[in-house]
């Protein structure tokens, strides 16, 4: 996971500035688990209070604290 605070052009079809980027890897064999993982990253990404949030975010203890937050169905 990285954020780009200056924004990364990355083509998208709303001509917007990417600026929260995820990587996810999973072995060939278990794809199940790839998509779970975009499953939930997508859903977290729709809420733009999620995305203020992270954004803001200043260190790694923040982001994963905001991710577990998430995950655990706390408010930001």
């Known amino acids: 996971m990285a954020i780009a605070g200056g924004g990364v052009d990355f083509a998208s079809l709303d001509g917007e500035d990417v600026f929260i980027l995820f990587l996810l890897v999973s072995?060939?064999?278990?794809?199940?688990?790839?998509?779970?993982g975009l499953e939930n990253i997508s859903r977290h990404l729709r809420d733009q209070t999620f995305c203020n949030f992270l954004r803001q975010s200043n260190t790694r203890e923040q982001v994963i604290e905001l991710l577990e937050e998430a995950d655990n169905g706390e408010s930001a």
């Open 27 to 36: 072995p060939p064999d278990r794809p199940g688990d790839h998509l779970r």
